[in-house]
């Protein structure tokens, strides 16, 4: 066991604590939280190289340290430059989401390299890139067959143009999913929010595998807890991000047991 101080974002400092336990969970090992007051302390169960090599994907984390008894040895420091390249906005009726929130809900999905990722509702395709880059093979759904031109074709890229509430996906078959669904009346203009969320459940439910993890993000006047907890899902983490002074957004992970 290894005791580790690690810095974060501190404005989303409880979804970095899940984006470092599902790190720590992709590198084979474990974690218990210590202290949160300013840094997370940690004590990690597992292979230091192997979380070292998981590091390099995180959104959120910025620097670690291992502490023993009479100093501190950074044992991480990570460029986070490239998820201010991206600003947010609309871009041809598409709303993108933050570079940042893209990476960090691929890592609380818990997506790995080489399993199958799916995000259901492409759009801008950030998500589905993000997954790229880490080494997933990716399925990207939207109704929109322009939107997925965006994810881009090859080996290991999926675009099935698809209502993505009655995908074509078999049962138990997809490992991680992450996406940011759409959430206005112009989006979803033939189904009400509330059915809208049911049947995003209902459908994620139906094609992840035991144990799978889905990780999304929604508004905060969106209420779509009790659909994933009354199917079976269990929650795993959530957080809130602000966005402006209009959008606050819901980031919840769930696990299917």
């Not at 809208?196 to 209420?223: M, N, Q, W």
């Amino acid at each position: 066991m290894v005791r580790l101080r690690v810095e974060v974002s501190r404005d989303l400092k409880a979804l970095a604590y899940g984006e470092l336990e599902s790190l720590c969970e992709l590198s084979d090992g474990s974690l218990d939280l210590i202290d949160d007051t300013k840094d997370l302390i940690i004590n990690y169960k597992g292979s230091l190289e192997s979380l070292k090599r998981r590091f390099c994907r995180a959104a959120l984390i910025r620097r670690a340290w291992v502490i023993d008894d009479t100093n501190e040895t950074l044992f991480a420091e990570l460029d986070r430059s490239r998820y201010r390249t991206l600003k947010r906005g609309r871009k041809d009726n598409i709303v993108s989401i933050d570079l940042r929130i893209a990476r960090l809900l691929v890592n609380l999905a818990r997506t790995n390299e080489n399993e199958v990722f799916l995000d259901p509702f492409v759009g801008s395709g950030i998500i589905a890139q993000e997954a790229m880059l880490v080494g997933a093979h990716v399925i990207g759904i939207d109704t929109n067959p322009r939107y997925l031109s965006m994810v881009g074709s090859g080996v290991y890229t999926d675009s099935i143009n698809s209502d993505s509430l009655l995908s074509p996906i078999k049962d138990n078959s997809i490992h991680s999913i992450a996406t940011d669904p759409p959430y206005n009346r112009l989006s979803i203009s033939n189904i009400d929010l509330d059915s809208f969320y049911r049947k995003f459940a209902e459908e994620s439910f139906r094609i992840l595998r035991r144990g799978g993890y889905i990780a999304f993000s929604h508004p905060t006047y969106v209420d779509s807890l009790d659909w994933f907890l009354n199917l079976g899902f269990e929650l795993v983490i959530s957080g809130l991000q602000y966005v402006h002074g209009g959008l606050t957004r819901l980031i919840y992970v769930f696990r299917k047991p």
